[in-house]
């Protein structure tokens, strides 16, 4: 497998994180052809051509657009996609294809910038180690930072970071409609970190429903971790029904213990 230069082919790459990849990979000097659902070239013809083929689209579209150009992707290429979740695709562009396979999850949205240093992408080895190489060499020179993990690991970790943070998010923006608080008299009111919050509903609120749709329903990991959610926040709650200041100091300092000593007994606090 030859990756110096490889053409890249990006199936939905007209638009989001495609269009985003495809920025990154031009600024590298790659030549990048951007599909979608109405470019001249159809999503056939580019994996046919191309070196490497990389899959962007809606996650309730990925297995089928993966099963349909998995074995399109031409012997020597590197098969790769951005999906969110990690396990199933990879295990689908495995099962559909006979090349190299890596999958890519970038931690962030399309609008950040890819020179940005903060940023950072996980990577999830599916097949071979060239093109695995090539996509980390890739990503850290453009200054990301990378963490590679199993795809089951991932979407594991995943079931936290985005499960439940996108679960308090839509929960959040459910108790402030039921408060009947107008929102003008919030923003008068907020302090610095209410506003982020609210500043993350309507981020949220303002990206496609299918994303969060998926991020919360598709990842087998994120409803157990919802449900642990749930569970410790009755926990808390029940400590301030019945204002129980000592378990309110213990479950405290057992929190601090865990997160600024990090001394921590994960045990303790459980
Ligand atoms: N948005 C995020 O914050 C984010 C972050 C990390 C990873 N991701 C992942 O990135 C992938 C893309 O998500 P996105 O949010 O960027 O945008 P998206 O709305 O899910 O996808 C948009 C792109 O997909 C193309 N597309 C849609 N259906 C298609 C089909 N059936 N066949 C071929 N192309 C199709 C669109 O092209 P046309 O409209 O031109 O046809 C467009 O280029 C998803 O797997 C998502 O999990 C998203």
Not at 140 to 146: I, S
Not at 166 to 178: D, E, G, P, Q
Not at 240 to 256: Q, R, T, V, Y
């Amino acid at each position: 497998m030859k990756l110096e230069k490889p053409e890249v082919g990006i199936i939905g790459g007209t638009s989001g994180m495609g269009a985003w990849f495809a920025d990154l990979l031009e600024h590298a000097g790659l030549k990048v052809f951007r599909v979608g659902r109405r470019t001249d070239i159809t999503p056939a013809e580019m994996a046919r051509q191309c070196g490497v083929t990389v899959i962007s689209v809606p996650i309730a579209d990925t297995m089928r657009v993966i099963q349909e150009i998995g074995p399109l992707v031409p012997e020597n290429g590197l098969l790769m996609d951005l999906t969110s979740i990690k396990a199933e695709p990879i295990k689908a562009m495995l099962r559909y294809s006979s090349v190299e396979v890596v999958g890519m999850h970038p931690l962030f949205g399309p609008d950040s910038s890819a020179r940005n240093l903060n940023l950072r992408v996980i990577v999830c080895p599916g097949r071979g180690k060239q093109g695995l190489g090539w996509l980390r060499k890739i990503l850290r020179q453009a200054g990301l930072a990378v963490t590679t993990l199993s795809a089951e690991e991932h979407d594991r970790i995943m079931g936290l970071v985005q499960g439940v943070n996108h679960f308090t998010t839509l929960a959040l923006a459910l108790c402030v409609i039921r408060s009947r608080i107008g929102i003008e008299d919030l923003l008068k009111c907020s302090t610095q970190t209410f506003s982020q919050r609210l500043d993350r509903i309507t981020s949220v609120l303002g990206q496609p429903s299918g994303l969060f749709g998926s991020l919360l329903m598709e990842n087998p990991s994120a409803g157990a971790f919802i449900e642990q959610y749930l569970n410790a926040a009755e926990e808390v709650a029940n400590v301030i029904s019945g204002k129980d200041w000592e378990g309110f100091e213990k479950m405290f300092e057992a929190l601090n213990r865990f997160f600024i000593q990090d001394t921590g007994n994960e045990k303790e606090i459980m």
